[in-house]
Nanobody, 119 residues
């Protein structure tokens, strides 16, 4: 069974940086889709970034493009989200997600990690 465990969230001032980590276990692989989503209080969960392992391409929401970077360490079965120039509107619970193929609704989700950006 696939399990995803996020870490690295916390409180940071606007303009600061955080790096989220998602450790994957179970039958995943380097060709899998790995992604990050977030949900702010009172809002729908939204897409942040994804990496298509089978083609090595990355995609970002317009709101984070140029500030966030998704990457993987296949040897460690881990995906990262480097977040720079953080803004108060980035405050949310961030979730790691994965699937064996491209989809906008991944099957596997982590428990989430809170990111709070103070102004």
């Amino acid at each position: 069974q696939v399990q995803l465990v996020e870490s690295g969230g916390g409180l940071v001032q606007a303009g600061g940086s955080l790096k989220l980590t998602c450790a994957a276990s179970g039958p995943t692989g380097s060709k899998w889709l790995m992604g990050w989503f977030r949900q702010a209080p009172g809002k729908e969960r939204e897409f942040v970034a994804r990496l298509l392992g089978n083609v090595g391409r990355t995609y970002y929401a317009d709101s984070v493009k140029g500030r966030f970077t998704i990457s993987t360490d296949n040897a460690k079965n881990t995906v990262y989200l480097q977040m720079n120039s953080l803004k108060p509107e980035d405050t949310a619970v961030y979730y790691c997600a994965a699937d064996a193929h491209f989809t906008t609704t991944p099957r596997y989700w982590g428990q989430g990690t809170q990111v709070t950006v103070s102004s």
